[in-house]
């Protein structure tokens, strides 16, 4: 079993950045990712990273912006995310998965309890 634990989420300005960590516990997984839900939408596809870190993926959405990398020593997957906007608030899941692939779906095995992101405008 794996247990992730989210945390460096707060409230930033418009324009601002923050750095979201992950740490998890166990070791059954590889590609983990990171997945946001505002309050009455679904929950969408963030970024995601190989167990290498030389592949990853990105929601269109931010692109530019943010940058997720992680580090297998500390079992930690960071969520650099600069130039923050409005629509950016919402409560940032990370997930973890046995499969290396770092995919946009939702088909992740392990999810921690979320961090809340507010961007005040």
């Known amino acids: 079993q794996v247990q992730l634990v989210e945390s460096g989420g707060g409230l930033v300005q418009a324009g601002g950045s923050l750095r979201l960590s992950c740490v998890a516990s166990?070791?059954?997984?590889?590609?983990m990712g990171w997945f946001r839900q505002a309050p009455g939408k679904e929950r969408e596809f963030v970024a995601a990273?190989?167990?290498?870190?030389?592949?990853?993926n990105y929601a269109d959405s931010v692109k530019g912006r943010f940058t997720i990398s992680r580090d297998n020593a500390r079992k930690t997957v960071y969520l650099q995310m600069d130039n923050l906007e409005p629509e950016d608030t919402a409560v940032y899941y990370c997930?973890?998965?046995?499969?290396?692939?770092?995919?946009?779906?939702?088909?992740?095995?392990?999810w921690g309890q979320g961090t809340q992101v507010t961007v005040s405008s």
């Open positions: 997930a973890a998965r046995q499969d290396n692939l770092p995919s946009r779906n939702s088909n992740y095995e392990y």
């Open positions: 166990g070791d059954n997984y590889n590609a």
């Open positions: 990273i190989s167990w290498s870190g030389v592949t990853w």
